[in-house]
């Protein structure tokens, strides 16, 4: 099983609402990914935990905020958005984060429309 | 220098056409190489690991020369359904003991009956 789910698939939020992002995995993998995708451009890392530790942070603003509960589940919470922060929202994963052969398997998305 | 560069395409190919896709990185510190494809509003998917050695899948090839920093998809007797956006993907360290990936900005590949 090479599956990454997403939850919700298509998200509409205003500027003052608080959101969340779901991904789950269970490929027993330790290292999970949040990137952020603009239309016609490739994806842009924005988070990676390791062993449900925060490793990579590339200079996310904080309105958005990463956890991750275990290390099956990530989280993205969503706070005060502006509208330029529509994208598509992937979540990925793969067997260990320290390993750099191992391959990323991306989620399906979620959808943010930010009014 | 962009870390990873591609074809900008787009490419239109007939059914049966045989298509090469050229990618480069700039940094000799990268460890490992990938081809993913994304099909319209879906999400990537690998299509193959690079090895150095070359490595071949059916009908698609992928090439790697570490010297040059040049990195090759081959797709041999493409199909309606190879069309897709095609991403070289390279990773890199990234601080302490973590990887990044680094994607290019893709060619889009369309396939015509």
């Known amino acids: 099983d090479t599956e990454v789910t997403q939850t919700p698939k298509h998200l509409v939020m205003g500027m003052t609402n608080k959101k969340s992002l779901k991904c789950e995995q269970h490929?027993?993998?330790?290292?999970m990914y949040w990137y952020k995708q603009k239309a016609k451009k490739p994806p842009e890392l924005m988070f990676v935990y390791s062993y449900e530790k925060l490793s990579i942070n590339e200079s996310v603003p904080s309105r958005f905020s990463p956890e991750c509960p275990n290390s099956s589940l990530l989280n993205l919470h969503l706070h005060a958005l502006q509208p330029e922060d529509s994208a598509l929202y992937l979540c990925a994963s793969s067997q260990d984060g320290t390993i750099s052969y191992n391959e990323q398997f991306f989620g399906p998305g979620t959808r943010l429309t930010v009014l | 220098r962009k870390e990873v560069e591609q074809d900008p395409g787009p490419f239109n190919v007939p059914e049966g056409a045989t298509v090469a896709f050229n990618c480069t990185y700039s940094?000799?510190?990268?460890?490992?190489f990938f081809w993913y494809r994304q099909d319209c509003r879906k999400e990537p998917k690998l299509l193959m690991s690079v090895y150095s050695s070359g490595n071949e899948d059916g009908r698609f090839t992928a090439q790697l020369n570490r010297a040059s920093q040049y990195i090759s998809l081959l797709i041999r007797d493409s199909k309606l359904s190879d069309s897709a956006t095609y991403l070289c993907v390279v990773r890199l360290p990234s601080g302490g003991s973590n990887y990044k990936l680094t994607f290019g900005k893709g060619t889009l590949l369309t396939v015509n009956p």
């Open positions: 490929m027993g993998h330790r290292a």
């Open positions: 940094n000799s510190a990268s460890q490992s």
